[in-house]
């Protein structure tokens, strides 16, 4: 009787072999100051050639997919972080929160290229927590500068956002993972920031990285921590995800996620 033959177990897909097999939309998470990590990611994306077809998430995944979306270069986003100082978007006003948000509005505005998310370069959603209702809402038309904004409204730091005549807050609030736009999405690459905002608690299950079929997560550890009184460090942050996502896009997708250390 012939011996069976063995197939040799099939080696990990590289994330960048996931990449490249179809279109795919980039969901960036919340995380405070992490913006500069997410642009520093995103430019390591589009430099190897990969440029998402939709792109969304909360708060600082928001900020920087929505800028992106709206007709912001990439030389650009990066040269207005190197140069970002607290009196750019430090505007304290009487409300529930220290910052009116006048500046900072005013800010995103200029970064833009269109002002509507339906002129937006591709399909962009961002979470927004609903105050009243008290539940996440995913924008997905309408002003585009209102929306980041209200997507950034850090409780307590921000003031919440009218948008529709409602009060919209952060959406990392109820939507860490900015993936509630997503989730009927085929192909989502997840970019997620595995440091802990101050409210949150250590072990919080918002803290998790998002699993679900045709999701993969690149999570990049050992980042710097920032926040308003602490930007110094920002580029070196956009430096050292930059880096680790490039390397990440050689490494195999294991489990559907990705965790390199910058």
Do not use: Y
């Not at 539940?135 to 950034?152: E, F, M, P, Q, Y």
């Not at 919209?168 to 993972?177: F, K, L, S």
């Amino acid at each position: 009787m012939a011996p069976t033959m063995k197939t040799a177990p099939r080696a990990p897909m590289l994330l960048r072999e996931w990449l490249a097999e179809g279109p795919f939309a980039l969901v960036m998470s919340s995380g405070f100051f992490g913006f500069f990590a997410h642009a520093g990611a995103l430019s390591a994306l589009v430099d190897a050639g990969f440029e998402p077809a939709a792109s969304g998430g909360s708060s600082a995944g928001a900020l920087v997919t929505g800028l992106w979306s709206g007709g912001a270069r990439l030389d650009t986003l990066r040269d207005t972080l190197a140069g970002l100082h607290r009196g750019q978007f430090w505007d304290p006003a009487p409300g529930l929160g220290v910052l009116e948000g006048r500046r900072f509005r005013a800010m995103l505005s200029g970064l833009l290229a269109v002002s509507q998310i339906e002129s937006a370069d591709r399909p962009w959603r961002a979470s927004v927590f609903d105050l009243a209702a008290r539940k996440t809402r995913v924008l997905d038309r309408g002003d585009l500068a209102t929306a980041i904004h209200a997507s950034c409204a850090v409780p307590l730091l921000f003031q919440p956002v009218r948008v529709g005549g409602r009060l919209m807050a952060d959406g990392g609030i109820a939507d860490r993972p900015g993936t509630e736009g997503f989730l009927t999405a085929p192909r989502v690459l997840h970019h997620h920031l595995a440091s802990r905002s101050p409210w949150r608690r250590v072990g919080s299950a918002s803290m998790l990285v998002p699993r679900r079929e045709g999701l993969v997560a690149v999570s990049i550890a050992g980042l710097p921590r920032l926040g308003p009184f602490a930007l110094a460090r920002g580029m070196e942050a956009f430096s050292r995800a930059e880096r680790a996502f490039r390397e990440s896009l050689g490494r195999p997708v294991a489990d559907g996620k990705v965790e390199v250390t910058a």
